[in-house]
T-cell receptor
Framework: GQQLNQSPQSMFIQEGEDVSMNCTSSSIFNTWLWYKQDPGEGPVLLIA?????ELTSNGRLTAQFGITRKDSFLNISASIPSDVGIYFCAGQLSTGTASKLTFGTGTRLQVTL | NAGVTQTPKFQVLKTGQSMTLQCAQD?????MYWYRQDPGMGLRLIYY???????DKGEVPNGYNVSRLNKREFSLRLESAAPSQTSVYFC???????????FGEGSRLTVL
């Protein structure tokens, strides 16, 4: 099955630093979603992108839908300890009932004080 | 708000035993999904149900069966558990207007 290439696989950063991660696909998508998973929990949606070129922010998080529709990136500014977790990108071709999300392999973020 | 509720949260099985993971959502979503999560593999789709009365295979359906009991409930069954099925299982339902998936808290299954 297809999976998205997500990088980096893991990051160790200091509190206050900015973080950048990205996702690439061999197929185009019409929707990109970014999820965060806290330890022992299910993933929770951070940002949804519905249009090529779209740049969307949610607090310290900013995500962009690539122009080619085959990539997306997520930036976190001024990281804090609660940013620790696994970040997943996900893409889908349509939002119809039969459409499925394809997930990236995740970026594990560790924040040190 | 309950959202998506999965049970049990933890289970240990012996090889060959059977069990069913239960999932219910209270958001009136048509689509429901079962994923498994393994280290370094992300989330892989096992089965999904686009609407009540329909089910379809995902990427990794072998060794599993599902039942969409009604609009709220979607269960995952392991008929004869194998160590390769040791994983964390997530149920999700989807808002088809936005495409957003809502996940349960996960069920950690260990097969010895």
């Amino acid at each position: 099955g297809q999976q998205l290439n997500q990088s980096p696989q893991s990051m160790f950063i200091q509190e206050g630093e900015d973080v950048s991660m990205n996702c690439t696909s061999s197929s185009i998508f019409n929707t990109w979603l970014w999820y965060k998973q806290d330890p022992g929990e299910g993933p929770v949606l951070l940002i949804a992108l519905y249009k090529a070129g779209e740049l969307t922010s949610n607090g310290r998080l900013t995500a962009q839908f690539g122009i080619t529709r085959k990539d997306s990136f997520l930036n976190i500014s001024a990281s804090i300890p609660s940013d620790v977790g696994i970040y997943f990108c996900a893409g889908q071709l349509s939002t119809g009932t039969a459409s499925k999300l394809t997930f990236g392999t995740g970026t594990r973020l560790q924040v040190t004080l | 708000n309950a959202g998506v509720t999965q049970t049990p949260k933890f289970q240990v099985l012996k090889t060959g035993q059977s069990m069913t993971l239960q999932c219910a959502q209270d958001m009136n979503h048509n689509s429901m999904y079962w994923y498994r999560q393994d280290p370094g593999m992300g989330l892989r789709l096992i089965y999904y149900s686009a609407s009540e009365g329909t089910t379809d295979k995902g990427e990794v359906p072998n060794g599993y069966n599902v039942s969409r009991l009604n609009k709220r409930e979607f269960s995952l069954r392991l008929e004869s558990a194998a160590p390769s099925q040791t994983s964390v299982y997530f149920c999700a339902s989807r808002d088809t207007n936005t495409g957003e998936l809502f996940f349960g808290e996960g069920s950690r299954l260990t097969v010895l």
